[in-house]
């Protein structure tokens, strides 16, 4: 080896662990954090941990800003897992697994028709990775880049991502920055910030797959009870693109939550083409909450273990899709193999297909302009 090349690999080596700052023990959800340590593209990636006073701890990787862990007290004290994820970063790499568990999505979260939007005349392609659409920014997007580390305390996260000009084909330099807070009544509020430098579109959510019976070896989510603030939702087409209609939930009742009830209770009605254009739920509810983050959009509760929890946002919309195609194909934390709906997603988000359809609300952000979204995950026990 040569000299310049062995000084390279010990610098390398030294940013390596100069930058990962977790202590060796493993996390109270058995992670270890060495095993969140490596290189990617060139960016060192590690395991952050954040622990309130009541005991709940949440972790999460650098690699895609991913929430790894999220341990909760179920009715008897006993903490549980919620989320699934990987025990290790490789596990996350897109070689080895293309998926998104608990991913912060950029730059577009949903999809865009056939990848192809206007902006101020001009048109632009982006990448198309599924069904001819451009899904979660394509197959480049946010949650296969290393964030930096901004800052990181017992409770907060903060990660930034400098994204240039013609990133998979998305015009303009944008700054972005999410930070994870875990607040003392055991809520883990995630909220997005970004800046351009030309006009530019953008839509952020998390892709955490939750569970809150914590063992999703063992129950699907089918039992769990939920509860949605919406009257109306978006339908799609056997592609999964919204077709520009609003539609009232009086006319679709597989898809009212209004009152809370089973998520497992239509979800394989053949008679209604949504959920056989979906196989499930895959659409996205227009709330109710005139974007107010103080009112709850929706409500999940495990009978099983007693576990609540109450999703907050700004955002006019949330896409809340049901594990259908987990196919027993990924083995994720402690050896368990993620099978058909072993896990349901809340993705707070603009409409999916916005920037083609000016009648919702606009996913355009200017230079001098910063775009703010925000998502709460609030959790509680119902005896």
Not at 135 to 147: A, E
Not at 308 to 334: A, W
Not at 347 to 356: A, H, I, L, T, V
Request: glycine letters at 8%; a negative charge; proline letters at 5%.
């Amino acid at each position: 080896m040569k000299k310049s090349s062995l000084f390279s690999f010990v610098a390398l080596a030294a940013v390596v662990l100069a930058s990962c700052s977790n202590p060796a023990a493993l996390t109270r959800s058995g992670l270890n954090p060495a095993d969140f340590e490596s290189v990617y593209d060139g960016s060192q990636t590690c395991l952050h941990t954040l622990v309130n006073s009541s005991g709940m701890e949440v972790c999460i990787t650098n690699f895609g800003g991913r929430v790894v862990s999220v341990m909760v007290p179920d009715r008897d004290g006993a903490f549980r897992d919620v989320v699934l994820g990987f025990d290790k970063v490789s596990d996350y790499f897109p070689e080895n697994n293309k998926t998104d568990f608990g991913a912060s999505i950029g730059r577009y979260a949903n999809r865009i028709n056939q990848g192809r939007f206007t902006l101020d005349g001009v048109e632009y392609q982006l990448p198309q990775n599924n069904f001819g659409h451009c899904l979660h920014g394509g197959p480049q997007g946010w949650q296969y880049k290393v964030y930096d580390v901004i800052s990181h305390s017992d409770t907060t996260l903060v990660l930034g991502l400098d994204s240039p000009d013609g990133d998979s084909s998305f015009p303009g330099a944008v700054h972005a920055e999410v930070t994870f807070t875990l607040q003392a009544d055991n809520t883990l509020d995630i909220s997005y910030k970004a800046s351009c430098d030309k006009p530019t579109i953008i839509n952020m959510t998390n892709h955490s797959y939750f569970n809150l019976s914590g063992e999703p070896d063992k129950h699907t989510v089918c039992e769990q009870i939920l509860q949605i603030n919406s009257s109306s939702f978006t339908p799609v087409d056997s592609t999964f693109m919204t077709t520009g209609e609003i539609a009232s939930l009086d006319e679709w009742p597989d898809f009212d939550f209004r009152t809370p009830k089973a998520i497992g209770k239509d979800i394989d009605n053949r008679d209604d083409i949504q959920i056989v254009n979906a196989d499930g739920y895959d659409h996205n509810w227009v709330l109710d909450t005139d974007r107010s983050f103080e009112a709850v959009a929706l409500s999940i509760v495990c009978p099983s273990t007693g576990i609540r929890m109450d999703v907050h946002t700004d955002e006019p919309g949330i896409q809340i899709y049901s594990g259908n195609f987990l196919d027993s194909s990924v083995t994720g934390k402690k050896g368990i193999v993620y099978a058909r709906r072993t896990a349901i997603c809340f993705e707070s988000q603009k409409y999916p297909d916005s920037p083609n359809k000016t009648q919702w609300p606009s996913p355009v952000l200017r230079p001098g302009e910063t775009y703010t979204s925000r998502c709460a995950y609030s959790f509680s026990v119902e005896k």
